[in-house]
Nanobody
């Protein structure tokens, strides 16, 4: 069983930065999985924003965050990070980390964290 716990959400001004963390524990049963971040803004669908494939190391970003957000992993600490720079009000959402097995891109994850709130406002 995989456990995911997000932290780091906060209220930040437009143009500011924030780093989210996702502590992951447990074992997926194999090394073929993808880990990444989703977000859900009020009244909108939950969307995948970035991911790292554990099998081939490929990294993907959705267009709206490309160039501003950076996903990374510290394998020794069992933690995934999302560095968010040049934040915009439209980045306001609950951010979730997620794991999906047997894929190199996130679709419908098998495991979810509980979410952390990011609010961007002046």
């Amino acid at each position: 069983q995989v456990q995911l716990v997000e932290s780091g959400g906060d209220l930040v001004q437009p143009g500011g930065s924030l780093r989210l963390s996702c502590a992951n524990s447990g074992y997926t049963g194999n090394n073929y999985y993808t880990i990444g971040w989703f977000r859900q803004a009020p009244g909108k669908r939950r969307e995948a924003i970035c991911s790292i494939s554990n099998s081939d190391g490929s990294i993907w970003y959705t267009d709206s965050v490309k160039g501003r957000f950076t996903i990374s992993r510290d394998y020794a600490k069992g933690t995934m990070y999302l560095q968010m720079n040049r934040l915009k009000p439209e980045d306001t959402a609950v951010y979730y980390c997620a794991v999906q097995l047997y894929v190199t891109r996130l679709g419908t994850p098998d495991y979810w964290g509980q979410g952390t709130q990011v609010s961007v406002s002046s």
